[in-house]
């Protein structure tokens, strides 16, 4: 998968936290791959129908061993080609999160809210595990170079707030901000790994896939 990472194109997936939020959640999420398995594994599969090559891991807080390897076998589950691990790239105990998640195709550091967070984040995870991995940050600029120096095999933003200047970003996957799916969809730049963050679901990964770039 790293070479795809590094040169393809590939439909991402969008927002679980929201998507959980909007079923009932309260609490952790990972909590759910063991508690409502029917609901993580519905939203995956709504991903991988409008199209989404790459799935996420619900993991994005921090998981037990027992709620990582439900989450794997759930994204596994819905058929999408690759699944990424997914961690926020602040979370608190990165190296042991990315050990749990040794089953996925790469690990998704994901919305660092500064180039120091994102930087020390690439540097634990490219020691850690040989797994391909991912940084996304939640910030209008980010040092992408640097991070792709330091072992990233794609780099770029992910949330709110949307980037200044997208160019030269390998990954965008915004928030919805409040914007309909097609608007969203106009707004979104161009980059060769694209999906949704907070509040996206399968209708901005559909009109995603229908805006002409």
């Known amino acids: 998968m790293r070479e795809v990472l590094r040169t393809g194109s590939l439909l991402l997936d969008a927002a679980m936290g929201t998507a959980l939020l909007a079923r009932g959640l309260a609490g952790r999420a990972p909590a759910w791959n063991l508690s409502h398995a029917s609901a993580v594994q519905e939203v995956h599969a709504a991903h991988v129908g409008a199209g989404a090559e790459v799935v996420l891991t619900n993991t994005f807080v921090g998981a037990s061993p027992e709620e990582a390897a439900a989450a794997i076998r759930l994204a596994r589950s819905s058929g999408a080609t690759y699944v990424g691990g997914s961690l926020w790239a602040g979370v608190g105990d990165l190296e042991t999160q990315i050990a749990q998640l040794a089953d996925a195709d790469s690990i998704w550091l994901e919305a660092a809210t500064s180039a120091r967070m994102a930087l020390a984040a690439v540097e634990s995870a490219v020691g850690a595990t040989r797994l391909p991995v991912v940084i996304t940050c939640a910030m209008p600029s980010a040092p992408l170079d640097e991070l792709r120096a330091a072992g990233a095999a794609a780099a770029g933003y992910a949330c709110s707030p949307w980037p200044a200047d997208a160019r030269g970003a390998d990954v965008v996957k915004p ?39």
Request: proline share 5%.
């Open 175 to 213: 928030a919805a901000d409040g914007l309909s799916p097609e608007e969203w969809a106009r707004k979104v730049p161009w980059a060769r790994l694209r999906g949704g963050c907070c509040g996206t679901d399968e209708r901005y990964l559909a009109a995603l896939r229908a805006t002409a770039r």
